[in-house]
C-alpha cells in the first residue's frame, strides 16, 4: 500500500503492508469565507462579549496592536488593514497606533521579515517593532497571579492606552489551543513568566500530554490572568483549514470570543481515535521551523501510542534546533533528571527546560526515528532521536521490532492535527 508524507517542499513515498495501517489522519475538509475581508470587518463590527471597538476607543489614546510572529499563518496584512481603518473613523491617527511582534521567546524578526507578515503598505503607515523579551530593562513587573506565576510583560505594551491583539487558533500542547491571552504569555513575557506557565503542565507527569485541544485547561488559565493584569482589552482571532485558508473570524472579549473560536477549531483539527497503534508516522508541517516548534507534533504522535512503540517523525526543520541550544546541551538526560533539575534551579534556559520536558515525555519510552533535512545525525543523537534517511527504512526498522501484525498510523498536517485516543477524552 503505497503512502506518502510531506517534508518541507518534498513528498516522500513509503510502502505500508495492505493489513497494517490501522487509519489515517488529515484535517477535516471546512469550507473557506467567501470573501475574507468581508468576514474580517463582520467580526469586528460584532463583537462577542465586548462592545464595538469604536466605542472602546477616542482620540488621543495611544493604541498597542500585538501581531503573532512568522510561524502563524494569520492573515495579518488583512486584519491590521481594516483595523487600522477602524481605529482612523474613531478619531485615531496612525502616528498615535504601534504595531508589535508578539515573538514569546521566538528569535526577532528581521526589518524584511517583518514587512513581508504585515504588509509593505501597514508597514509605511505605523511603526512596528519586536518584543525585545531578552531585555529585562524592557519588561514590567506586575507582581503574581493568585497561583504564584510571575507577571513580567512588555513596558511598551503596558503603557499603551488600550491593546488589541491579532492571532490564530489551533490546537495547542501547552495552552490547549492557540489563540486567545496566548498572544500576551508568552506572546510579549519576560521569559521567568513563560518558564512558569510552561512548566505547570509538567507538575503532574502521568498528564504531561493531555493538555493540548483541552478548551478549559490550568495553563490558560494562568495565560488569562497575565493578558488581564496587562490590560488586553480586544482580540481578532481567526480559524482556517488545512490550505490555509480563512473559516471562522472572532473578536471581541479575549475569553469570550477566543471560547468561541476555539470550537471552530476543535471540529477541523481534533480527531478522535478508534484504538492506539504500534507504530505511527507523523508529518509535522506546518509546525517544523525548527525543533522548538517541532515538539508540539511530536508531542501530539506520542499520544497514538503506547509504551514500547516507534515513532517516525518526518520534519524539515530549516532552522535545525532552534534559538535555545540547551535542547542539545541536556537533550540525554531523561526525563527524571530533568525534572529533578528544573525542580532544584539547576536550569537558566527555565522555558527550553519545560519544552525539553515534553520532547522527553515524548520520546523517552518509544523508539523515534527523525527524517529531516534541517537536523544533522550528531544533532538527532544529541536529543536521543534515531537518525534515518528515509520514512521507509525507519519504517522497516519498526515493522522488525514489532512484527508482522503491528498496527500503524499516518498522521498529516501534524502540526495542528491533534489525535485523541479513548483514553484521553
Known amino acids: 500500500m503505497k503512502r506518502s508524507v510531506v517534508c518541507g517542499e518534498r513528498e516522500l513515498h513509503f510502502e505500508v503492508p495492505d493489513d497494517?495501517?490501522?487509519w489515517e489522519l488529515w484535517p477535516e475538509e471546512a469550507e473557506p469565507v467567501e470573501n475574507e475581508e468581508i468576514a474580517v470587518k463582520e467580526a469586528i463590527s460584532n463583537p462577542i462579549g465586548s462592545e464595538r471597538l469604536g466605542k472602546l476607543v477616542n482620540a488621543g489614546m495611544k493604541i498597542m496592536i500585538l501581531v503573532d510572529d512568522f510561524t502563524r499563518p494569520t492573515p495579518r496584512?488583512?486584519?491590521?488593514?481594516i483595523l487600522l481603518d477602524e481605529?482612523?473613523?474613531?478619531?485615531?491617527?496612525?502616528?498615535?497606533?504601534?504595531?508589535?511582534?508578539?515573538l514569546g521567546t521566538h528569535r526577532y524578526m528581521e526589518e524584511g521579515e517583518i514587512r513581508e507578515c504585515i504588509g509593505e503598505e501597514n508597514y509605511k503607515r505605523v511603526r512596528v517593532i519586536?518584543?525585545?523579551w531578552m531585555e529585562e530593562e524592557k519588561l514590567v513587573d506586575l507582581g503574581h497571579t493568585e497561583s504564584g506565576t510571575p507577571i513580567k510583560v512588555n513596558k511598551l505594551a503596558y503603557d499603551s492606552d488600550f491593546l488589541i491583539a491579532v492571532g490564530s487558533i489551533v490546537p495547542h500542547c501547552f495552552a490547549g489551543f492557540s489563540g486567545g491571552a496566548k498572544i500576551i504569555q508568552p506572546g510579549i513575557s519576560g521569559p521567568e513568566?513563560?518558564?512558569?506557565?510552561?512548566?505547570?503542565?509538567?507538575?503532574?507527569?502521568?498528564?504531561?500530554?493531555?493538555?493540548?485541544?483541552?478548551?478549559?485547561?490550568?495553563?490558560?488559565?494562568?495565560?488569562?490572568?497575565?493578558?488581564?493584569?496587562?490590560?488586553?482589552?480586544f482580540i481578532v482571532n481567526v480559524v482556517f483549514n488545512a490550505h490555509k485558508e480563512l473559516v471562522k473570524v472572532v473578536a471581541g472579549d479575549v475569553v469570550a470570543a477566543h471560547n468561541a473560536g476555539m470550537k471552530h477549531s476543535k471540529d477541523i483539527f481534533v480527531k478522535e481515535l478508534k484504538e492506539k497503534v504500534d507504530i505511527v508516522i507523523m508529518e509535522a508541517q506546518p509546525a517544523d521551523a525548527d525543533m522548538w516548534q517541532a515538539t508540539k507534533p511530536l508531542s501530539y504522535a506520542r499520544r497514538t501510542l503506547d509504551e514500547?512503540?516507534?515513532?517516525?517523525?518526518?520534519?524539515?526543520?530549516?532552522?535545525?534546533i532552534g534559538n535555545h541550544p540547551f535542547l542539545s546541551e541536556k537533550g540525554r538526560s531523561t526525563y527524571a533528571e530533568l525534572k529533578s533539575m528544573m525542580l532544584c534551579d539547576q536550569v537558566d534556559d527555565r522555558v527550553a527546560g519545560s519544552i525539553l520536558l515534553v520532547i522527553k515525555k515524548a520520546t523517552g519510552d518509544v523508539d523515534t526515528y527523525v527524517i529531516s533535512d534541517g537536523l544533522t545525525r550528531e544533532e538527532k543523537e544529541s536529543m536521543d532521536l534515531?537518525?534515518?534517511?528515509t520514512v521507509q527504512e525507519a519504517l522497516e526498522l519498526a515493522l522488525k521490532k514489532h512484527g508482522e501484525g503491528a498496527?500503524?498510523?499516518?498522521?498529516?498536517?501534524?502540526?495542528?492535527?491533534l489525535p485523541v485516543p479513548p483514553d484521553m477524552r
Not at 534515531?386 to 534517511?389: G, N, S, T
Not at 498496527?407 to 492535527?417: K, P, Q, S, Y
Open 308 to 320: 514500547g512503540g516507534s515513532l517516525i517523525f518526518v520534519s524539515a526543520t530549516p532552522d535545525g
Open 77 to 81: 496584512r488583512t486584519i491590521l488593514r
Open 407 to 417: 498496527r500503524i498510523g499516518i498522521i498529516h498536517h501534524g502540526g495542528d492535527v
Open 20 to 22: 497494517g495501517l490501522a
Open 87 to 102: 481605529l482612523n473613523d474613531a478619531g485615531i491617527p496612525d502616528s498615535d497606533i504601534t504595531v508589535m511582534v508578539a
Open 386 to 389: 534515531i537518525h534515518a534517511d
Open 193 to 233: 513568566t513563560t518558564a512558569a506557565t510552561h512548566f505547570l503542565i509538567c507538575q503532574d507527569d502521568d498528564r504531561v500530554l493531555h493538555f493540548a485541544g483541552k478548551i478549559q485547561n490550568k495553563a490558560m488559565d494562568e495565560m488569562r490572568q497575565v493578558a488581564k493584569q496587562a490590560g488586553l482589552r
Open 130 to 132: 519586536n518584543h525585545e
